[in-house]
């Protein structure tokens, strides 16, 4: 059964979380570098306007990310009544939306990070290399919010159909080989020996969504065992459902690895 291998779930704060991080730590070095090392690169305009600046940006980011997070509630929203749950979570995880997120969160904090070196120690001075990146992290920020506009687009129904096909198209791809792939030789028979494990499923339902055939097949060539999968991508599974059967073997595989290998979740994925 032609069966594919995912990663670990995708987490969305993540990226945000990276962007601030980056943003505070450019914040303060690349102005401390500059007034160290290149005492004479300093912004022509007064300190007054460049605090007003600095500050204008800080309260204005957090203005546009508060729309940014409305906006991407409707877009879920608006999806979960109109859509499948399958084109909610690919909705809620594109990555335009968390980057812009991130973008955004970096922006607020540099500037407040920057903030900090205008007039230091009562130098009068206002560092050129913090009002050039503010300045860049600004046009990124643009650019960003245009693209999740044209996300917004995409909820229309003849555009979320097409997208709907190309996306499933690119899983059957992945998925399954061309029709002038030679066929491969059918699956061997189990071996006539008794099952000697037998691995259940405990807990709430869950869905299917992927299995680690490479690591199940590497379990069973160095245990000289079979290991047989008793479900198939996309099945509901119940408590105390068979999942895994192991023939074969001189002992008991690890359970928590033959766990590990066949991916959960609450619901179906494109995969």
């Keep these: 059964m032609p069966l594919k291998c995912r990663?670990?779930?995708?987490?969305?704060w993540f990226v945000p979380l990276l962007y601030a991080a980056g943003a505070l730590l450019f914040g303060f070095t690349v102005p401390r570098l500059a007034y160290n090392l290149l005492p004479?690169?300093?912004?022509?305009?007064?300190?007054?306007?460049?605090?007003?600046?600095?500050?204008a940006i800080a309260s204005g980011?957090?203005?546009?990310?508060?729309?940014?997070?409305?906006?991407?509630?409707?877009?879920?929203?608006f999806s979960a009544t109109a859509y499948s749950p399958r084109l909610v979570l690919w909705i809620s995880r594109d990555p335009v939306i968390s980057h812009a997120l991130g973008v955004f969160t970096a922006t607020f904090v540099y500037a407040l990070a920057a903030l900090a070196w205008v007039d230091r120690g009562g130098s009068g001075r206002v560092p050129l290399a913090g009002v050039l990146v503010v300045g860049l992290l600004l046009i990124i920020s643009v650019m960003m919010f245009i693209s999740l506009i044209q996300r917004v687009g995409m909820l229309q129904v003849n555009r979320m159909l097409i997208?709907?096909?190309?996306?499933?198209?690119?899983?059957?791809e992945n998925l399954y080989p061309p029709i002038d792939t030679p066929l491969s030789p059918g699956p061997t028979e189990l071996p006539n020996s008794q099952c000697l494990q037998t691995l259940l499923h405990h807990g709430h339902p869950r869905v299917v969504q992927a299995a680690n055939i490479p690591r199940l097949v590497e379990m069973a060539s160095k245990s000289g065992c079979t290991v047989e999968l008793m479900v198939t991508i996309g099945d509901a599974i119940l408590d105390s459902v068979p999942m895994l059967r192991?023939?074969?073997?001189?002992?008991?595989?690890?359970?928590?690895?033959?766990?590990?290998?066949?991916e959960l979740g609450s619901q179906r994925t494109f995969e």
């Design 246 to 262: 192991v023939y074969g073997a001189a002992s008991s595989l690890s359970e928590q690895t033959l766990r590990s290998a066949i």
């Design 163 to 172: 997208f709907t096909g190309d996306q499933g198209r690119k899983v059957i």
């Design 40 to 55: 004479g690169y300093v912004s022509t305009i007064s300190v007054n306007v460049a605090i007003g600046f600095y500050s």
């Design 7 to 12: 990663g670990a779930g995708f987490k969305p």
């Design 61 to 77: 980011m957090i203005a546009l990310t508060g729309i940014v997070f409305s906006l991407t509630f409707v877009m879920v929203q």
